[in-house]
T-cell receptor
Framework: GQSLEQPSEVTAVEGAIVQINCTYQ??????LSWYQQHDGGAPTFLSY????GLEETGRFSSFLSRSDSYGYLLLQELQMKDSASYFCAARENQGGKLIFGQGTELSVKP | DAGITQSPRHKVTETGTPVTLRCHQT?????MYWYRQDPGHGLRLIHY???????DKGEVSDGYSVSRSKTEDFLLTLESATSSQTSVYFCAISPPSGRHEQYFGPGTRLTVT
């Protein structure tokens, strides 16, 4: 079957670093995306890895290992506004068909 | 922000009635998608489109149909709504060069009683 597994909840303190892991199993694989969603809002795109390695975008970094079917999102210098749900999504075909994980709810504490 | 709107934003309907949700974009992007989001399930793809009159099924397409007669509009129809289709529905678009990078509309909250 097709599935993405990620932790349901993560808690961290302001200023800390947190890593959200994602393992995937899909019929096709073009890359791994990450999205952020605040309560009641639309998901917003954060990053994408098509190749193995680390991609850095400001305080956020994303990593992919195709051989391990594994990726992670790293958030540094956590801020209260980073409290949200984070979803990994595997791109399954050229048409942009995405399979989403169930999401990780990140709570940032003072 | 990507120019995506959805209508209606909220709807309550009765079981067995047809319902159509509209997604409208001003970006002229070729690719458009419909998702539903339910607690514990994340986002699940219903249908997507890669051009006018070109559509394909996603992972949860049963009970839904779509149409795209213009680049800017992508319609999702529930032919006969059921309570299991109570959900939040999101439309998304993506540019051809970045189909992994999807921009989502504000969502439609649908309740089927």
């Amino acid at each position: 079957g097709q599935s993405l597994e990620q932790p349901s909840e993560v808690t961290a303190v302001e200023g800390a670093i947190v890593q959200i892991n994602c393992t995937y199993q899909t019929s096709g694989f073009y890359g791994l995306s990450w999205y952020q969603q605040h309560d009641g809002g639309a998901p917003t795109f954060l990053s994408y890895n098509a190749l193995d390695g680390l991609e850095e975008t400001g305080r956020f970094s994303s990593f992919l290992s195709r051989s391990d079917s594994y990726g992670y999102l790293l958030l540094q210098e956590l801020q209260m506004k980073d409290s949200a749900s984070y979803f990994c999504a595997a791109r399954e075909n050229q048409g942009g068909k995405l399979i989403f994980g169930q999401g990780t709810e990140l709570s940032v504490k003072p | 922000d990507a120019g995506i709107t959805q209508s209606p934003r909220h709807k309550v309907t009765e079981t067995g009635t047809p319902v159509t949700l509209r997604c409208h974009q001003t970006e002229n992007h070729r690719y458009m998608y419909w998702y539903r989001q339910d607690p514990g399930h994340g986002l699940r793809l219903i249908h997507y489109s890669y051009g006018v009159k070109d559509t394909d099924k996603g992972e949860v397409s049963d009970g839904y149909s779509v149409s795209r007669s213009k680049t800017e509009d992508f319609l999702l129809t529930l032919e006969s709504a059921t309570s299991s289709q109570t959900s939040v529905y999101f439309c998304a678009i993506s540019p051809p060069s970045g189909r992994h990078e999807q921009y989502f509309g504000p969502g439609t909250r649908l309740t089927v009683t």
